[in-house]
């Protein structure tokens, strides 16, 4: 199976007066199978968003990007800011975290709608006027022009990510990455949205990069998992195998972390500490000063992907050395 999109040594730096640069996404590797759904998890701070920006070029203008990202053999990284940001939003779209403020409060939903149409389709205003309100049924949301017709803050949290899953598959996108898409909602709606996502990936064919701290949402919808920690993928795998028999000890500490994982009646694991706040300029593994199992020489070591058994991949110096 080819893969839609590759992540090679993707870094992200950003410049500091009288200091190193900072580097929060360092050396990132990630290869997406066309019409599967990878998930990225972690702990907040570990640079999953900023490699979603990168991938979409929408970095701060002050960033510093390099390495590797291909769409379908194209290198993005060297693009021409005018077809770089065609592909954004036609062939790669993207479901914001918090669709309340990822809309713009004063233009109703469909006018935002058919400006996607115009844009990436070409439509004149009339067929993109139905092309809208085609997509708002699409992702089940009743009475589309009713909706069209709507501003942002009349519509709930879950129609509204309806609505912006609608917007982001306008153009046919055959990358679609979704950055949170759960938090703002509730369980229930949460699973509506997710399963929706399923349905429509299903029926149109289009890769997902899932970007999310859910382990209960990423085994349910991934067919693969990347763990990150510190800007850096350090585990990777099917994600049955990954959420089964997690191999670095990062991810076994986010699995502790689950409710309903532990044993009744005793408290809930919890990984020591927090995530270095400038990870590139640690010297060795980042997690070493957390790691319950860490050795004298993860300090030194900084060790990269490795592959471990037939279907994992992980960055550990104790998982790999005999």
């Not at 919808?221 to 670095?248: D, F, I, K, N, Q």
């Amino acid at each position: 199976m080819s893969n839609l999109l590759e992540v090679t040594d993707l870094a992200v730096a950003f410049p500091r007066r009288g200091l190193p640069p900072s580097r929060p996404v360092r050396g990132v590797d990630l290869a997406v199978p066309s019409g599967q759904v990878l998930g990225i998890v972690g702990e907040s701070g570990c640079g999953k968003t900023l490699t979603g920006m990168a991938i979409l070029g929408l970095l701060p203008a002050q960033a510093r990007l390099s390495g590797s990202i291909r769409l379908e053999g194209t290198e993005l990284t060297t693009l021409p800011p005018d077809r770089r940001a065609a592909l954004r939003g036609g062939s790669i779209s993207l479901v914001f975290q918090d669709p309340g403020t990822a809309f713009n409060p004063v233009l109703t939903i469909g006018r935002q709608l058919r400006q996607v149409a115009r844009r990436h389709l070409g439509l004149d205003r009339r067929s993109a006027d139905t092309t809208a309100l085609d997509h708002l049924g699409r992702v089940g949301l009743p009475d589309p022009g009713r909706v069209a017709a709507s501003f942002p803050h009349e519509l709930s949290g879950g129609m509204l990510q309806r609505a912006m899953i609608a917007m982001a598959l306008i153009s046919g996108p055959r990358l679609l990455i979704l950055d949170e898409p759960t938090t703002a909602l509730d369980v229930t709606v949460a699973r509506q949205i997710m399963r929706l996502v399923l349905e429509l990936q299903a029926e149109l064919g289009f890769t997902v990069l899932l970007i999310t701290h859910n382990l209960g949402v990423v085994a349910d919808v991934c067919g693969s998992t990347a763990v990150m920690y510190a800007g850096r993928v350090v585990e990777h795998g099917r994600t049955g195998e990954v959420l089964r028999h997690p191999r670095h000890p990062y991810t076994r500490g986010l699995l502790g972390a689950v409710p309903g994982q532990g044993t009744p009646g005793r408290p809930l694991t919890a990984i020591p500490g927090s995530v270095p706040g400038d990870p590139g300029n640690v010297r060795g593994c980042a997690f070493a000063e957390r790691c319950p199992v860490a050795r004298d020489a993860c300090t030194d070591s900084d060790p990269r992907l490795t592959a471990v058994g037939t279907t994992q991949e992980v960055a550990c110096l104790v998982e790999t050395t005999p």
